[in-house]
């Protein structure tokens, strides 16, 4: 499986920005899609997940009712939607993909390349 993000960039505290992630390769049914993001100095930090097949979605609780996941099977891209962002949002944004629901990112087996999002003050 191969995961690309993109979407990421230069925003203002406030603004949304929308992430999206292109999954291309062996897509199983199975699989549960998920963002981090990882800013300097700390450790990658899991935002949301998604399952392919039923849309069930989880949040971790630092961006619960501010980001959004979604995913378009027919296109097989997951998006994550981020609004009224803060400077501490400003990170490297992964995509993921694994057999598991969860919030671990060692349950995740691909991984994307990241995108960079900057919120300024």
């Known amino acids: 499986v191969q995961l690309q993000a993109s979407g990421g960039g230069l925003v203002q505290d406030g603004d949304s920005l929308r992430l999206s992630c292109a999954a291309s390769?062996?897509?199983?049914?199975?699989?549960?899609m998920g963002w981090f993001r990882q800013a300097p100095g700390k450790e990658r930090e899991f935002l949301a997940c998604?399952?392919?097949?039923?849309?069930?979605?989880y949040y971790a609780d630092s961006v619960k009712g501010r980001f959004t996941i979604s995913k378009d099977n027919t296109k097989n891209m997951v998006a994550l939607q981020m609004d009224s962002l803060k400077p501490e949002d400003t990170a490297v944004y992964y995509c993921?993909?694994?057999?598991?629901?969860?919030?671990?990112?060692?349950?995740?087996?691909?991984w994307g390349q990241g995108t960079l999002v900057t919120v300024s003050s």
């Open positions: 390769g062996r897509i199983f049914s199975s699989f549960v």
């Open positions: 998604i399952r392919w097949s039923s849309g069930s979605t």
């Open positions: 993921a993909a694994g057999p598991a629901f969860s919030g671990a990112a060692r349950d995740y087996k691909h």
